[in-house]
């Protein structure tokens, strides 16, 4: 029996893939709700090899996604919700025209309700899945976490991302998870280890907020993504603070407090403020747990690339280990021109007290008059009064801590002075990519001896005139030494050459001749190599393997721009430095 032959496009991409608008028509649902049913099932548009084909031959570029993601949201029960939720809208629209208010509260009472538990499952199966999928959940929601009222926005859910996002706080606090923090102008970046799993997230900085037009951002969108996220880190509190035997919601177990405080605010209010100050320690549900209970004994693997690997995961361990109690056992008291939240973060994070102003923020637990303080937080040029019991340094110096992993010198960031440069610690050693020179010092002492070392010799280079006059003396005095020396020398040079063949012949061995590679000829042979190599890729993974390498092109060019524009700025600065120096010696003499 002859098969029928299948007509054009009725098989591979042009029956792949399906347009927004037949995905509209097969489910039966507007653009609002079909695009809040993919935000909220994970489903995205794609692209094709062959646009032509999978547009089945129409000309323009369409939204297409995979025909069996769409079948997949044809199963999806949520659908029946988003429809419910469509006839309600137009029953409550009617009962409002005719100002029917019998029928509109009987309405409001059966409003339908969306639930997203089963979704949250759904997507994510176990609990470490959904903290590998944190990064984008805690940067949107701390940053709703600021928003005011705003339009598209339910009015609750700054204030449920607010909630949130501090739960998550004390759960990094109580484990003492955190492990990097960098500052940049788009706020606080703040990665933490959580079960295993790296977690990224940027707090962005407090300021006014600016009301943005509906064009420039849909609000509509984002909300719809907030909505998901905070279900999800809902779960993941949950399950944070059980693991860490924490009461879920946070409770305090002791409260210090006066009763005119108390009076000023209800209950509610009160506690929520107190959580917010990250400050007081969270009330556990059984025994605690120590650090020894935390610290996890390694196998011993004594086989060779394995043992190295054990020994550097050992000295990784110790130095996070000690990276804990980074702060443990000093005291911080905080400006209040310095930013609260991150600093309190940070220094709680590492074992450290920190207070501020009671009359700033509440929970703040010491006075800044305690004589036991052994830092204060000061982001302003001077002070009036100071304690010499103490330290006055600047936020940085909490930061660069951190991300050394040690208590630096407080010298650098007393009050008034420059600021070593910031350096990210999110920073890709084994990519194409521009160093400072600041961090590889840091990652090899060596380098900085050396620059200091240049800097010396910068320093000697004012003194270039003295030195010319030396070495013309010496050159005369070269010069004016007797012709015997020369002669002696001479003689001595025969004699050593004289005997050294003598003992050449009584050798029985003769040596060898080194060969002497040619490196033009083995960098030709290398480049050979490689374009043979790159001849064995495969057709369809060319275009990946060219996209790679156009990428690591331009890193490599953006690398060496910024090494030659670093390069132009240190060689301006050494010029300033020798006109000063020398601007000073011709007022000197002068003097003199």
């Not at 909220?40 to 084909?53: A, D, M, T, V």
């Not at 590998?132 to 805690?138: A, E, K, T």
């Not at 005011?148 to 109580?174: G, K, W």
Request: with cysteine; proline share 4%.
């Amino acid at each position: 029996m002859v098969s029928k032959r299948k007509k054009k496009y009725e098989s591979g991409e042009g029956n792949r893939f399906m347009s927004r608008r037949a995905a509209l028509k097969m489910l039966q649902l507007s653009l609002k709700d079909f695009r809040k049913l993919c935000i909220l099932k994970g489903i995205y548009p794609r692209e094709p090899r062959n646009r032509k084909r999978a547009q089945q031959g129409a000309s323009g570029i369409k939204t297409l996604y995979h025909t069996k993601d769409i079948q997949f949201l044809m199963h999806e029960p949520i659908i029946w919700k988003l429809r419910d939720y469509k006839i309600f809208a137009r029953k409550m629209g009617k009962a409002r025209a005719v100002r029917d208010f019998e029928a509109m509260k009987r309405y409001l009472d059966n409003h339908p309700h969306i639930t997203l538990d089963n979704i949250v499952k759904e997507r994510y199966p176990s609990f470490i899945d959904a903290i590998r999928d944190l990064d984008d959940c805690l940067t949107l929601l701390f940053l709703f976490s600021t928003f005011p009222s705003l339009r598209h926005v339910p009015r609750d859910q700054s204030a449920l991302c607010r909630r949130l996002t501090v739960e998550f706080l004390h759960a990094i606090i109580a484990s003492l998870a955190l492990r990097k923090v960098f500052v940049s102008i788009k706020g606080y970046y703040f990665q933490a280890e959580i079960k295993g799993q790296t977690v990224t997230w940027i707090v962005p900085h407090h300021f006014s907020f600016v009301p943005q037009s509906t064009q420039e951002v849909d609000f509509r969108i984002m909300s719809t993504f907030v909505e998901f996220y905070a279900i999800m880190l809902g779960f993941v509190n949950f399950r944070l603070y059980h693991s860490l035997n924490l009461h879920y919601p946070p409770k305090f177990a002791v409260i210090s407090a006066d009763e005119t405080e108390k009076q000023l605010v209800d209950e509610e209010v009160f506690v929520s403020e107190r959580v917010a100050a990250l400050n007081v320690p969270l009330v556990r549900t059984g025994a605690d747990l120590t650090e020894e209970d935390d610290e996890v004994e390694m196998d011993q693997f004594p086989m060779g690339d394995d043992a190295e690997k054990l020994e550097a995961a050992k000295l990784e361990a110790e130095k996070v280990k000690k990276l804990k109690t980074l702060f443990k056992g000093l005291k911080f008291f905080i400006n209040r021109e310095v930013p609260r939240e991150p600093i309190v973060f940070t220094i709680r994070c590492f074992g450290g007290e920190v207070s501020w102003d009671k009359l700033l923020f509440v929970g703040a637990t010491f006075n800044e008059s305690d004589e036991t303080i052994t830092h204060q937080i000061v982001d302003r040029p001077s002070m009036e009064k100071q304690y010499i019991s103490r330290y006055y340094v600047q936020p940085q110096w909490i930061f660069d801590s951190v991300n050394a992993r040690e208590l630096l010198p407080v010298e650098k960031y007393f009050l008034g002075a420059i600021l070593p440069p910031h350096l990210s610690p999110f920073v890709d050693k084994t990519r194409e990519q521009y160093i400072p020179p600041e961090e590889k010092s840091l990652d090899d002492p060596s380098l900085a001896q050396t620059k200091s070392g240049e800097g010396d010799s910068d320093d000697d280079d004012d003194d270039e005139e003295e030195e010319e006059e030396e070495e013309e003396e010496e050159e005369g005095e070269k010069e004016s030494e007797p012709n015997e020396e020369k002669t002696n020398k001479a003689e001595v040079v025969q004699q050593g050459v004289s005997v050294r063949e003598q003992k050449r012949k009584q050798m029985a061995v003769t040596t060898g001749v080194v060969a002497q590679e040619d490196p033009v000829e083995k960098k030709r042979q290398e480049r050979q190599e490689y374009k043979l190599r790159e001849k064995m890729i495969k057709k369809k993974h060319r275009n990946l393997y060219k996209s790679m390498m156009k990428g690591r092109a331009e890193r490599g060019k953006e690398a060496w721009l910024l090494e030659k524009k670093r390069k132009r700025i240190d060689e301006e600065q050494k010029a300033l430095r020798k006109a000063e120096k020398k601007g000073k010696k011709v007022k000197t003499s002068g003097d003199i």
